[in-house]
Structures are given as C-alpha cells and as structure tokens.
C-alpha cells in the first residue's frame, strides 16, 4: 500500500539555523514528489515537485529538497529558517501511472509542524 | 492564470442543520477536482473527487455528499450535520487525469459544529 511518513511531528529550530524536515515513501510505481507549506488557517502552498531528472529540486522561499531511491526519501531542507517559515509542511507523493482510483490524487503525509525561536 | 476560491471562509452550524461549501476554479477548463478534510493532528482525508460534470467518487463514506453542477464548480453538502463533520475543508484542483499533476489547494473553509 501506498504511505508517506513524516517522523517528526514537531520540530523547533532557532532563526538562522539550518533546517531539514524528513519524509519517507513506500510507492511502488515511479513516484512525483511534492511539498506543501500550510500557515495557520490557511490553504496549502507548493514549495516544490520532482517529477525526474536532477534529484536535487530547488523551490520556492529558499527550499531545496533531495530524492533519494535508495532510501526512498525526498527530505526538506533549507540552510537558515527565517521567523516566517513558521508553518506546517506536508510531504506528498502521486505516482507516474495513471491509476483508476484516485485519479491525479496525491497522498500526503500527516506533516510536520516548524517553530522558530528569535 | 489559474485560480481556486472557496467559500465560506468560516462557518459555525448547529447539529443536524444542513451544509453547502462551494468552489470554483477559474483560467482552466476539464480540471479534476477534489474536497480534501483537516482534522486536528491527522493530515489530509480525501473525501471526494471528480473528473467531470456529474461525476463523483467517494473515498470515505460518511454523511457528506459531493456535486458538479458545472466544469468548474465543486460543491460539499450535508442535509444533516455531525459534530464528528467539525474539521477544516479545503478544495483543490489538478490539470488532467494523470496522477502526479500538481494539486493546487483553496484557502480553506473552517466548519464548526457546534
């Protein structure tokens, strides 16, 4: 069955430092790869996708995330957390097969809620 | 470009009232559909989806009920209220019946029942 894992559901990083938020899949067809950014209240916002190519996905608001086959892993990562990344982020993971259930649905993690420290 | 919009932004319905969130989507034509619930702590629940005009599946089975009454208007109903419905709904789109097409999500409606 299809999963996605985010082992952390709460991190606290202080502003400046580096950031890496972890998420693991278990898919069995060729996996499209996705994070999502939620502030309180809000929608959710795409931060970034690996469809293929280059395993190393530079997104929006100075994200980066890196897929690895090997240890079926697309971790987030960002080299110094402003105050604003504050937020809750989802990991998703839809498949390159079109499939007759949930066509074009992703499944998501269950996230990972960021705080900064001043 | 494209856009999502949903609304009500908020909502506080007593038990057993009946329900009607609605979305529209616009700068695309034939997008797939979704209505997605947030429930506190338990990450996003697929509850219906739909790739045409009329045509509605269901993941979860639950007193909600789903209708597309135009290509781009997505509508979430009740006729009767649970406290259990009580959650944050979000509707999203995709373009194509492909999985893997990006989902774009609305801003969100907060349902209270109280």
């Known amino acids: 069955a299809q999963s996605v894992t985010q082992p952390d559901i709460h991190i606290t990083v202080s502003e400046g430092a580096s950031l890496e938020l972890r998420c693991n899949y278990s898919?069995?067809?060729?996996?499209?790869l996705f994070w999502y950014v939620q502030s309180p209240g809000q929608g959710l916002q795409l931060l970034l996708k690996?469809?293929?190519?280059?395993?190393l996905v530079q997104g929006i608001k100075g994200f980066e995330a890196e897929f690895k086959r090997s240890q079926s892993s697309f971790n987030l990562r960002k080299p110094s957390v402003h105050w604003s990344d504050a937020a809750e982020y989802f990991c998703?993971?839809?498949?390159?097969?079109?499939?007759?259930?949930?066509?074009?649905?992703?499944?998501f993690g269950k996230g990972t809620k960021l705080s900064v420290k001043p | 470009s494209q856009t999502i919009h949903q609304w009500p932004a908020t909502l506080v319905q007593p038990v057993g009232s009946p329900l009607s969130l609605e979305c529209t989507v616009e700068?695309?034509?034939?997008?797939?559909l979704y209505w997605y619930r947030q429930a506190a702590g338990r990450g996003l629940q697929l509850l219906f989806y739909?790739?045409?005009?009329?045509?509605i599946s269901s993941e979860v089975p639950q007193n909600l009920s789903a209708s597309r009454p135009q290509d781009r208007q997505f509508i979430l109903s009740s006729k009767k209220l649970l406290l259990s419905d009580s959650g944050f709904y979000l509707c999203?789109?995709?373009?194509?019946?492909?999985?893997?097409?990006?989902?774009?999500f609305g801003e969100g409606s907060w349902l209270t029942v109280v």
């Open positions: 700068g695309t034509s034939n997008p797939n």
């Open positions: 739909s790739v045409g005009i009329g045509q």
């Open positions: 690996y469809f293929s190519g280059d395993t």
């Open positions: 998703a993971v839809g498949s390159s097969v079109s499939y007759g259930g949930s066509q074009g649905n992703l499944i």
């Open positions: 999203a789109w995709s373009q194509g019946a492909i999985s893997g097409n990006t989902i774009y």
């Open positions: 898919y069995g067809a060729t996996p499209y």
